[in-house]
């Protein structure tokens, strides 16, 4: 495997199940992202990790929990979801969390909430 | 508060013409700036980014932008467009927010590009 991956590429879910998102990246890189892709909106951060270490949650509801065992992998562990949760969900991985590292995205998993 | 707009949310051209972009940006520091591709079902790809070096960035695939301060502007153009340019494009800023160094990308809305043939 290379790069970003992301498992499952899709989920349906309904919602009162628990369901979890995963996460790879084989890059080497330290700071890995969760994003949420709407129709018609732009993306939107959801949650940084640097070393670990979360440094941002944006205001994102706690039936989203995310966890970060290792700076290679990152879980969005998802649970009593709404509708309007349907979405792709973007993860990526950078070399650091500085201003200047591009960023790298998975595939995504689309996600859809029964 | 520093925001991203892509002027147009769709934009159509012929095979072999020009192609361009519009991203503007507002920020009261220096910004980091990107382009990125979406293929369908897939997730994003990083064409080019702009880190104070020099105002023309080439990119992949033909790719390049021009970053221009007085018009905050950094439009994405191509001379000739293929069949495969057909994706939507995201210009992304990153700034220091708040004292904070760390990568916060703003995106714009996206903008749709069709190749006709």
């Known amino acids: 495997e290379t790069g970003v991956t992301q498992t499952p590429r899709h989920l349906v879910m309904g919602m009162t199940n628990k369901k979890s998102l995963k996460c790879e990246q084989h890059?080497?890189?330290?700071?890995m992202y969760w994003y949420k892709q709407s129709a018609k909106k732009p993306l939107e951060l959801m949650f940084v990790y640097n070393f670990k270490e979360q440094t941002e949650n944006n205001s994102v509801p706690s039936r989203f929990s995310p966890e970060c065992p290792n700076s290679s992998h990152l879980f969005l562990h998802l649970h009593t979801l709404q509708p309007e949760d349907s979405a792709l969900y973007l993860c990526?991985?950078?070399?650091?969390?500085?201003?200047?590292?591009?960023?790298?995205f998975g595939p995504g998993t689309r996600l859809t909430v029964t | 508060a520093q925001s991203v707009t892509q002027l147009g949310s769709h934009v159509s051209v012929s095979e072999g013409a020009l192609v361009l972009l519009r991203c503007n940006y507002s920020?009261?520091?220096?910004?980091?700036l990107f382009w990125y591709v979406q293929y369908p079902n897939q997730g994003l790809q990083l064409l080019l980014k702009y880190t104070s070096a020099a105002t023309l960035v080439k990119g992949i695939n033909g790719f390049e932008a021009e970053f221009k301060k007085s018009e905050t502007s950094f439009h994405l153009t191509k001379p000739s467009a293929h069949m495969s340019d057909a994706a939507e494009y995201f210009c992304?800023?990153?700034?220091?927010?708040?004292?904070?160094?760390?990568?916060?990308?703003?995106f714009g809305q996206g903008t749709i590009l069709t190749v006709h043939p």
């Open positions: 992304a800023v990153s700034f220091n927010a708040g004292g904070t160094s760390y990568g916060k990308l703003t």
């Open positions: 920020s009261s520091v220096p910004p980091y």
């Open positions: 990526a991985s950078s070399l650091g969390p500085g201003l200047a590292y591009e960023q790298y």
């Open positions: 890059l080497g890189h330290n700071a």
